[in-house]
């Protein structure tokens, strides 16, 4: 009686949709994310352009974005990223210069992969964390 019923589940099983694989959904964007509109009232998206010399032209959500990075990991490059660093504001957006684009596509990376910002002391939260450098002194060439 035990096999008639074991053989009688093992035939359901395998004849019904229930022991195929079941497949996840692909999902697919239908279409780009759009910021505000900008200063020239045409939608945007994220990174707009190229700038002179390796630079970006970027939106005001990217402009947000890399600065709230900088916050969370701006402590780990050396010297420490602060708000704004490479950032100039013109007509058309912000642009970001090359070497802080490439710094912002490594902490989007960082942000990806789930690596956690380090701790900053108590101390450091207090009183800023981005110690001013002192000037350079003026050498004299003989």
């Known amino acids: 009686m035990k096999w008639k019923v074991l053989l009688l589940l093992f035939v359901c099983f395998t004849s019904s949709n229930c022991a195929k694989n079941i497949q996840p959904t692909t999902v697919v964007a239908h279409y780009a994310s759009y910021d505000p509109k900008d200063v020239l009232g045409k939608p945007t998206s994220g990174i707009l352009d190229f700038a002179p010399g390796g630079g970006r032209l970027v939106s005001f959500n990217v402009y947000n974005r890399y600065n709230s990075l900088v916050d969370s990991y ?13 950032i100039i504001r013109n007509e058309k957006g912000w642009v970001i210069d090359r070497a802080h684009y490439v710094q912002y596509l490594q902490m989007v990376q960082w942000q990806r992969n789930g690596r956690p910002p380090k701790k900053k002391s108590l101390i450091k939260r207090i009183i800023g964390y981005n110690k001013p450098q002192p000037s350079p002194t003026p050498c004299s060439i003989g």
Not at 74 to 86: A, H, R
Request: charged residues 40%; glycine residues 16%.
């Open 74 to 86: 701006g402590d780990q490059f050396q010297p420490p990223l602060k708000k704004d660093d490479g």
